[in-house]
């Protein structure tokens, strides 16, 4: 079921208003019951049978955290059931994201050494939707527990809930139990303004996936599926639409996900910090995907030291956290290099000593326009993501560099015409129109519609609605970029 769907617009205010109904008349446990049936449906209605995978997975690390809790009441380490709930998560991952990938990577290094192997045993698999991030969420239980962070529920129903709640389920944010199970241990009270806040940002949620990210991608599907035939004008054209769409694709899920749970008086964390306002690399990593990013941090990056260690070991640590980033994405040697792409552009910017610098600022700080300075490090942090998107998006690193040697060997100015007649000059429009609005709303990612006029307020509900009626084609509900993560 899609957020953009007509199911789901009968879904979600079916769901709501049975939900209410049971916090008034009902107990935690009912209304911890009905989300997590709702979740079930949710997700059980993109393939039922995926839904015995979630269940082992809460099953298995809601014994596995009381197993380590009990262990650390005993003085004891509780390592070796830490360690059952990681290799559990990741074996689940490796057989249905990584299989076919390792095995292919074995049947070509062999191949190197003069012994090719004609069967290579590869698996026509399903990846079920959501599993990079539920087996993400759970392991991070399980891991908060043995460091002493939390302590475990022995409410499986609740635990249960905080694995399948389905507004983030199938893309994130990927939470953590001290904040999402925290909150599903206690009754909810229906808010008014946490309601409208919510209505907000899955209003503004929608415009980014089904205007934006929906309303450019069949030009960028077709410059990529046909890179070989246009103009180093048109490639740079394509991925820089790319990379519009992909942002207004994820974090347009990611304000539905937020927003739908404010519904449901349950708070999730922020996903996106506007990051195509990023002046630097540093800073885009901590505006973009920013629930894995931290995840990285706190469960991989200062484990191995973090940047208390030496200079050397801490270039170490930030390569293995963008190539681990990268293979998280997907089992393509394509999003490896990504990631690896990402770590030789923001190793410069740490051994400067400019990676925390803008942490706790926006562009234009304390200005209406940003500095001829910001104006260039945003266009050069921009470019910069832009170019490594291409690795993202190719199906092939061979496909890759022969887009990236396209765009760079003989640069040819042509202009582009889409087969089924869209007008660039309509999009670009739309795109000024959606840089500008975001930078009048970047500094505060929760409230896109935050103005003092109840006129100007007016008129961005109207314009947001009617683009996203004008896009609106019911034969052509797009799913999610990241659902194949």
Same mark, same amino acid.
């Given at each position: 079921?899609?957020?953009?769907?007509?199911?789901?617009?009968?879904?979600?205010?079916?769901?709501?208003?049975?939900?209410?109904?049971?916090?008034?008349?009902?107990?935690?446990?009912?209304?911890?019951?009905?989300?997590?049936?709702?979740?079930?449906?949710?997700?059980?209605?993109?393939?039922?049978?995926?839904?015995?995978?979630?269940? @082992? =997975?809460? &099953?298995?690390?809601? !014994?596995?955290?009381?197993?380590?809790? /009990?262990?650390? %009441?005993?003085?004891?380490?509780?390592?070796?059931?830490?360690?059952?709930?990681?290799?559990?998560?990741?074996?689940?991952?490796?057989?249905?994201?990584?299989?076919?990938?390792?095995?292919?990577?074995?049947?070509?290094?062999?191949?190197?050494?003069?012994?090719?192997?004609?069967?290579?045993?590869?698996?026509?698999?399903?990846?079920?939707?959501?599993?990079?991030?539920?087996?993400?969420?759970?392991?991070?239980?399980?891991?908060?527990?043995?460091?002493?962070?939390?302590?475990?529920?022995?409410?499986?129903?609740?635990?249960?809930?905080?694995?399948?709640?389905?507004?983030?389920?199938?893309?994130?944010?990927?939470?953590? @139990? =001290?904040? &999402?199970?925290?909150? !599903?241990?206690?009754?909810?009270?229906? /808010?008014?303004? %946490?309601?409208?806040?919510?209505?907000?940002?899955?209003?503004?949620?929608?415009?980014?996936?089904?205007?934006?990210?929906?309303?450019?991608?069949?030009?960028?599907?077709?410059?990529?599926?046909?890179?070989?035939?246009?103009?180093?004008?048109?490639?740079?054209?394509?991925?820089?639409?790319?990379?519009?769409?992909?942002?207004?694709?994820?974090?347009?899920?990611?304000?539905?996900?937020?927003?739908?749970?404010?519904?449901?008086?349950?708070?999730?964390?922020?996903?996106?910090?506007?990051?195509?306002?990023?002046?630097?690399?540093?800073?885009?990593?901590?505006?973009?995907?920013?629930?894995?990013?931290?995840?990285?941090?706190?469960?991989?990056?200062?484990?191995?030291?973090?940047?208390?260690?030496?200079?050397?070991?801490?270039?170490?640590?930030?390569?293995?956290?963008?190539?681990?980033?990268?293979?998280?994405?997907?089992?393509?040697?394509?999003?490896?290099?990504?990631?690896?792409?990402?770590?030789?552009?923001?190793?410069?910017?740490?051994?400067?000593?400019?990676?925390?610098?803008?942490?706790?600022?926006?562009?234009?700080?304390?200005?209406?326009?940003?500095?001829?300075?910001?104006?260039?490090?945003?266009?050069?942090?921009?470019?910069?993501?832009?170019?490594?998107?291409?690795?993202?998006?190719?199906?092939?690193?061979?496909?890759?560099?022969?887009?990236?040697?396209?765009?760079?060997?003989?640069?040819?100015?042509?202009?582009?015409?889409?087969?089924?007649?869209?007008?660039?000059?309509?999009?670009?429009?739309?795109?000024?129109?959606?840089?500008?609005?975001?930078?009048?709303?970047?500094?505060?990612?929760?409230?896109?519609?935050?103005?003092?006029?109840?006129?100007?307020?007016?008129?961005?509900?109207?314009?947001?609605?009617?683009?996203?009626?004008?896009?609106?084609?019911?034969?052509?509900?797009?799913?999610?970029?990241?659902?194949?993560?």
């Amino acid at each position: 079921m899609l957020f953009n769907s007509v199911e789901y617009l009968l879904f979600l205010p079916t769901i709501f208003v049975l939900y209410w109904v049971v916090a008034k008349f009902g107990n935690l446990k009912i209304q911890n019951a009905l989300i997590l049936a709702a979740s079930y449906i949710f997700y059980g209605l993109w393939d039922w049978r995926f839904l015995f995978l979630i269940l @082992a =997975s809460t &099953l298995v690390d809601y !014994m596995m955290g009381l197993a380590i809790y /009990k262990k650390k %009441q005993e003085q004891k380490s509780g390592r070796f059931f830490l360690w059952c709930s990681i290799l559990f998560n990741i074996s689940l991952l490796g057989f249905f994201k990584y299989y076919n990938f390792f095995v292919d990577a074995f049947v070509d290094m062999v191949g190197l050494f003069g012994y090719p192997i004609k069967s290579t045993w590869t698996l026509s698999i399903i990846l079920p939707v959501g599993i990079s991030f539920y087996t993400f969420q759970t392991m991070s239980y399980s891991l908060d527990i043995y460091y002493k962070r939390i302590n475990p529920t022995k409410s499986f129903l609740n635990f249960a809930t905080f694995v399948a709640f389905f507004p983030q389920l199938v893309a994130g944010p990927i939470e953590r @139990a =001290s904040n &999402l199970l925290g909150q !599903m241990t206690k009754k909810r009270t229906f /808010k008014y303004n %946490q309601t409208v806040e919510g209505l907000k940002l899955i209003l503004w949620g929608l415009f980014k996936k089904m205007v934006i990210a929906d309303g450019i991608a069949p030009m960028v599907d077709d410059i990529f599926a046909n890179y070989g035939t246009f103009s180093a004008s048109t490639l740079a054209l394509g991925v820089t639409l790319f990379s519009f769409q992909v942002y207004g694709d994820f974090s347009g899920y990611s304000d539905i996900a937020i927003g739908t749970a404010k519904l449901f008086g349950i708070e999730l964390m922020s996903n996106f910090k506007f990051p195509n306002f990023s002046r630097n690399v540093a800073e885009y990593w901590q505006r973009w995907h920013v629930s894995l990013s931290t995840w990285f941090r706190h469960y991989l990056y200062i484990p191995l030291g973090g940047s208390r260690v030496s200079k050397l070991k801490s270039v170490r640590n930030i390569c293995i956290i963008f190539l681990v980033s990268g293979f998280w994405h997907g089992a393509n040697w394509t999003f490896i290099f990504w990631g690896g792409f990402h770590a030789l552009a923001y190793i410069p910017v740490f051994l400067m000593g400019r990676n925390t610098i803008y942490k706790n600022s926006v562009v234009a700080q304390n200005s209406l326009l940003p500095s001829f300075k910001e104006v260039g490090q945003l266009f050069a942090t921009f470019a910069i993501v832009t170019f490594s998107r291409i690795f993202f998006r190719s199906e092939s690193l061979t496909d890759a560099f022969v887009f990236i040697k396209r765009l760079f060997a003989q640069f040819t100015w042509e202009p582009y015409h889409h087969p089924m007649g869209y007008r660039l000059v309509d999009y670009f429009v739309l795109l000024a129109f959606f840089v500008v609005y975001e930078f009048l709303i970047r500094r505060d990612e929760r409230s896109p519609f935050k103005f003092k006029s109840r006129v100007v307020r007016f008129c961005a509900y109207t314009l947001v609605i009617f683009c996203i009626l004008l896009f609106y084609d019911d034969g052509m509900d797009r799913s999610f970029i990241y659902f194949q993560f």
